[in-house]
């Protein structure tokens, strides 16, 4: 009889799963059945399928339309001898398959760092024997021993569990560790709902265990994240689309020109060697030889960029990636908030006081009605303190600069409070050492402490739990003023309900007096008759910037919204701090708004043109599983919106690599997520994502100036062939000078707009639409007529200096320079797209006057050096000659100026 696996172990009874997977509790599967099993299930290890070979990975990135581009433009360069353009452009070539080729190599990755997250050792009972074995050895039925510190290392159900809870977030995006129970749910609970089961990778941090595994390797959780990891489509880049068509458009314009100068040559009656060179001459001419170079260089210096702002590139495209974002999904834990449980309201006596600081640092004060009080002045206020910090198992530490919690968070935010009230953990416990406790599990919902006060004269029991656990245990309440007074039961619990419903977690504080020789607490003892202090309202509070940034967004047209395993209501209370509300836009009016969100049991029940509305109309989605979050990217990304999906957990990995931009945390998160992602954030703080956004946008503008400034020379050098060819005359421009001209003014004039500071509208501008061109109509048209002048400028010089007597040599070097004058005059009209640079600041990218300094050295080169006149059949031009070419720069940068002012006028 074979074992069938089933996705509902967490409904049956843990009886019922042990008839299923036939195996006894108390003695473990003997030697045949594990033998039996692991041929039946194999190893539980995370399998790597088999991928494309090294070489066919690495060939396949020649394959694109700008790769055969620059492929032909080297061969031909090698063919007219020109051996270092050739050397330049095909390194060029190289460079982009091995970024290619890297980057398809992250997946394997990925799947390779979740497998090592599962290699561990397992604690199982096998035969009646207690055996520690290797958990790839783990078959479905072995019985699981855990304790307090193990990793889980399989999915496994509980049977039997004491005081245990499990931390889930990097599985889940659940914040706190789970309190687990061994009773059946019902069928449709989600993942994080599944108290009754532990899964692999997870951490046990507090308590003990006995568990049934029954899903081993790739049948687990985590496994079936690694398969989503394998199969989620990794998208291009907006500009990789973009430059994508435009490169095959480019191909098939630049083959029809030459085809038709060809053939129009030979019905003029010229030979076919005149005309195939006169065609190689346009090809070289329109080829963008510049283009992969500047966008490499471009986004490289974006990288640099955004490394001085926390965030770390691992891919290249994704710097411009990042400027295109309309979506932005956040996750909640760690990104938005800090990770850190914070009490934030105290209610004891008759006060409701706030505390504040962020995070376990003792740094803080505690107000009323925004006024600083003295916990020592106000027992009740007090003692609710006391007992949060002595009924504690965890212990807050100082690491470098920051403190961090061992153990439990709620319990780290209790000990905080508590030292924000000058109340150290250290000193109370010499003050009250403790005697025993009855530690918390789920049944009793409560942990209580018994502890003898210092003078000796009596024992107290100090209790913390949830509100319908503590409340009826109570007969009397403390006073502002340390007294014992009646307890309106009803009024506290629409206390506790009200904090919970503004999305704190709280903790409800009690006492009890007992004799002096008191020394052991049995659950019967604090049963009733204690003295109720009060309630502690804690929540993972949002980072001190995020706030802020979400605004920053928000006011670039971004829309941000937030994913996240953890509860609704907690999800909504950071929500509306953050300004998260529920419009499409993801912006509201006011604090007053309803935050809409959608859980991940809604999200089930959803079929995907359903999902696609909610999700556009949505800004907090909450209790999403992992294969949730994926749909959600894709239900975006199917209306056009570029996404971007921040994580940190196992979980997040899948939807990192299938956004158009996946972040990853790196101080929190797993090694899985920073696999999957694409950008790496230092700080792990959402603020990060606002500036390195603001940096994308920077750098797609800074190529767009690129490509607005280098396609006029290619046109240009185009027309003029043309122009030689339908008159019938000699070529204005030689092949060998065509590169010079491109690869040249591209590294010395164009590269140098990669430099350019981020425009000051940058981040109040809406994002650009996916679906626009690169290059939009206006640009097109100051292309169009930059490309003109060129021709009109060089072909006419040309022929000028042909009818002065010049030799066609200086007639051809006068053609050369108006090219690059002209260039040089362009670029500084390229500075800004809209305005003038004075706008820009004529002073505020040095790298522009180097880079014309240096070109018009060359260019004198060129003109005058004897070597260079030999290589590039050039030769020296008079004073004359030089005005004549400047004029001609002037003219373009004037027309150019006055379509710009124009077109602002008429806005």
């Not at 002595?390 to 100082?398: G, M």
């Not at 164009?750 to 509208?761: I, Q």
């Not at 720069?889 to 004037?894: E, K, V």
Request: glycine share 8%; net charge neutral; charged share 20%.
């Amino acid at each position: 009889m074979s074992i069938e696996a089933t996705q509902s172990w967490h409904s049956v009874s843990a009886d019922d799963v042990l008839r299923s997977l036939r195996v006894d509790i108390d003695a473990g599967l003997g030697d045949s059945a594990i033998q039996e099993r692991l041929n039946q299930f194999g190893e539980n290890l995370l399998t790597v399928g088999k991928d494309p070979s090294k070489i066919i990975t690495f060939l396949t990135q020649f394959h694109q339309p700008l790769i055969y581009i620059l492929i032909v433009s080297g061969t031909i360069s090698s063919v007219l001898g020109a051996v270092v353009d050739a050397a330049v452009i095909f390194g060029v070539v190289a460079v982009n398959a091995v970024i290619g080729y890297l980057q398809e190599s992250r997946a394997i990755a990925a799947i390779a760092s979740l497998a090592r997250g599962m290699v561990t050792q397992a604690v199982v009972l096998r035969a009646a024997t207690r055996k520690t074995v290797p958990a790839s050895a783990l078959v479905p039925g072995d019985v699981l021993l855990l304790c307090s510190g193990d990793k889980v290392p399989a999915d496994a159900r509980l049977v039997r569990c004491r005081d245990l809870r499990v931390e889930e977030a990097a599985l889940t995006g659940e914040s706190l560790p789970i309190v687990k129970q061994p009773a059946p749910l019902p069928p449709d609970a989600s993942l994080a709902e599944r108290t009754n089961m532990v899964y692999a990778s997870t951490l046990v941090v507090h308590g003990t265990a006995t568990a049934i595994v029954v899903a081993t390797g790739t049948a687990t959780e985590i496994g079936r994240v690694s398969e989503m990891i394998r199969t989620a489509e990794l998208l291009a880049t907006p500009l990789t689309r973009k430059i994508a068509a435009f490169s095959s458009a480019l191909l098939w314009a630049i083959l029809g020109l030459a085809a038709v100068t060809f053939g129009v040559g030979l019905l003029r009656g010229e030979t076919w060697l005149e005309m195939l060179m006169a065609a190689v001459a346009l090809a070289v001419g329109a080829i963008p030889e510049g283009l992969p170079a500047a966008m490499t260089i471009t986004l490289a210096i974006g990288v640099s960029r955004m490394a001085n702002r926390n965030a770390i590139i691992r891919r290249l495209p994704a710097v411009e990636a990042l400027g295109s974002t309309t979506v932005i999904c956040a996750d909640k834990t760690g990104t938005l908030t800090q990770n850190a449980m914070t009490v934030q309201e105290v209610a004891a006596g008759d006060g409701v006081f706030r505390v504040t600081g962020t995070g376990y640092a003792p740094a803080g004060a505690i107000l009323r009605a925004g006024t600083p009080v003295s916990a020592a002045q106000i027992p009740a206020l007090q003692r609710c303190l006391q007992a949060g910090a002595l009924c504690s198992e965890a212990k807050l530490t100082r690491r470098g600069a920051a403190w961090v919690v061992e153990g439990d968070p709620t319990e780290g935010a209790l000990l905080a409070a508590a030292a924000k009230a000058g109340l150290v953990a250290a000193e109370l416990a010499a003050q009250y050492p403790r005697l025993d406790a009855i530690p918390f599990e789920s049944e009793r919902q409560y942990m209580a402490s018994l502890h003898r006060v210092a003078n000796g004269k009596a024992t107290l029991v100090f209790m913390k739990g949830a509100a319908e656990s503590v409340l009826p245990r109570c007969d009397c309440a403390l006073t502002e003023r340390g007294d014992a007074g009646p307890i309106d039961a009803e009024a506290w619990r629409r206390r506790a309900e009200d904090m919970a419903a503004r999305g704190l977690r709280v903790l409800a504080l009690a006492m009890l007096e007992m004799p002096p020789t008191q020394d052991r607490l049995a659950p019967s003892q604090v049963r009733a008759g204690l003295t109720w202090l009060g309630l502690q309202g804690m929540i993972d509070p949002p980072r001190p910037n995020a706030a802020a940034a979400v605004r920053a967004c928000q006011g670039a047209g971004i829309h941000v919204k937030m994913i996240t395993g953890d509860h609704a209501l907690t999800a909504a209370a950071v929500a509306r701090d953050l300004g998260l509300f529920g419009a499409g836009d993801g912006t509201g009016d006011g604090a007053g708004d309803p935050v809409k969100v959608l859980s991940g049991t809604e999200i089930a029940a959803l079929g995907e043109d359903d999902l696609a509305a909610r999700a556009r109309e949505t800004a907090v989605f909450a209790r999403v599983a992992p294969e949730q979050k994926l749909r959600l990217v894709m239900a975006l990304q199917a209306q056009g919106q570029i996404v971007a999906m921040t994580g940190d957990g196992v979980n997040d990995a899948p939807a990192l690599r299938r956004a158009d931009i996946g972040v990853a945390m790196g101080q929190a998160g797993t090694e899985v997520a920073k696999e999957a992602a694409d950008m790496v954030l230092t700080d792990d703080d959402f603020a990060s994502i606002e500036a390195a956004v603001e940096e994308g946008r920077g750098v797609y503008d800074n190529l767009v100036k690129f490509i607005t400034w280098t396609l006029p020379t290619n046109l240009g050098e185009g027309l003029v062939i043309l122009a030689a060819t339908f008159a019938g005359a000699a070529l204005p421009i030689l092949p060998v000078q065509i590169l010079w001209i491109n690869m040249t003014t591209a590294v010395l004039l164009g590269l140098m707009l990669a430099f350019e500071p981020k425009e000051r509208d940058i981040m109040i501008r809406p994002p650009r639409d996916p679906g626009h061109p690169i290059l939009t109509n206006v640009l097109i048209g100051r292309i169009v007529l930059v490309g003109v002048l060129l021709l009109i400028a060089s072909f006419g010089l040309y022929s000028w200096e042909l009818t002065a007597g010049a030799a066609e040599a200086a007639a051809r070097t006068v053609a050369v320079n108006v090219f690059v004058v002209v260039e040089l005059f362009y670029l500084f009209n390229c500075r800004s797209l809209e305005r003038s640079m004075v706008r820009q600041g004529l002073f505020s990218n040095a790298w522009v006057s180097g880079g014309v300094s240096l070109m018009i050295a060359l260019q004198l080169a060129f003109t005058y050096l004897p070597f260079m006149n030999k290589a590039f059949a050039s030769h020296p031009i008079g004073a004359g000659s030089w005005a004549r070419i400047l004029v001609s720069g002037l003219i373009c940068y004037g027309a150019v100026g006055l379509e710009k002012w124009l077109r602002l006028r008429t806005r």
